[in-house]
T-cell receptor, first 113, second 113 residues
Framework: SQKIEQNSEALNIQEGKTATLTCNYT??????LQWYRQDPGRGPVFLLL?????KEKRKERLKVTFDTTLKQSLFHITASQPADSATYLC????????????FGSGTRLSIRP | NAGVMQNPRHLVRRRGQEARLRCSPM?????VYWYRQLPEEGLKFMVY????????ESGMPKERFSAEFPKEGPSILRIQQVVRGDSAAYFC???????????FGPGTRLTVL
């Protein structure tokens, strides 16, 4: 069955460093991959989408890579700040507009001052 | 342009009662998705609807759960005869037919006593 795995442990990073989160998947060939941020008690907020034919995408301090051979995406936050502390979810989507998106369980990121 | 609206934000029910969760998608969005999230877990897909149609309900329990998205008004997720195991956060997301990105509401936190 389709499976998505994110960093199983919470990630603690010193402010100013680059945080790198991992998303691995099996038994799936997604058309695209998305990253969301979720704060406690709130709904997920969309951050970035990267398609299968794209290797890398950037948005301000965020960078996402997508390796369909390794079946892996890396999510980087450069110059991390305490305000970046949250849970980050990766999600995979299919080719059909009717395809449901499958979410990973998320990685909790804490940025210490 | 208002975001996805969900109400109520918090709902308390006793075992055996019915729970009705409402979701108003973003203006112009005709695709609605419902997810369930347990504490410390990822989002689990439940059902995907378009106006007056259920497209994919593969993630929804066969009994006690139903969903609708009428021509007029919000989408409704209905849980009959609730049990303690139904306690969770229920999120609704909406999407435009031309994009893959889902925009999430703030969620309804259901507590079954």
């Amino acid at each position: 069955s389709q499976k998505i795995e994110q960093n199983s442990e919470a990630l603690n990073i010193q402010e100013g460093k680059t945080a790198t989160l991992t998303c691995n998947y099996t038994n799936y060939s997604p058309a695209y991959l998305q990253w969301y941020r979720q704060d406690p008690g709130r709904g997920p907020v969309f951050l970035l989408l990267i398609r299968e034919n794209e290797k890398e995408k950037r948005k301000e301090r965020l960078k996402v890579t997508f390796d369909t051979t390794l079946k892996q995406s890396l999510f980087h936050i450069t110059a991390s700040q305490p305000a970046d502390s949250a849970t980050y979810l990766c999600a995979l989507g299919g080719y059909s507009s009717a395809s449901k998106i499958i979410f990973g369980s998320g990685t909790r990121l804490s940025i210490r001052p | 342009n208002a975001g996805v609206m969900q109400n109520p934000r918090h709902l308390v029910r006793r075992r055996g009662q019915e729970a009705r969760l409402r979701c108003s998608p973003m203006k112009g969005h005709s695709h609605v998705y419902w997810y369930r999230q347990l504490p410390e877990e990822g989002l689990k897909f439940m059902v995907y609807l378009q106006k007056e149609n259920i497209i994919d309900e593969s993630g929804m329990p066969k009994e006690r759960f139903s969903a609708e998205f009428p021509k007029e008004g919000p989408s409704i997720l209905r849980i009959q005869q609730v049990v303690r195991g139904d306690s969770a956060a229920y999120f609704c997301a909406s999407a435009n037919t031309d994009t893959d990105t889902q925009y999430f509401g703030p969620g309804t936190r259901l507590t079954v006593l």
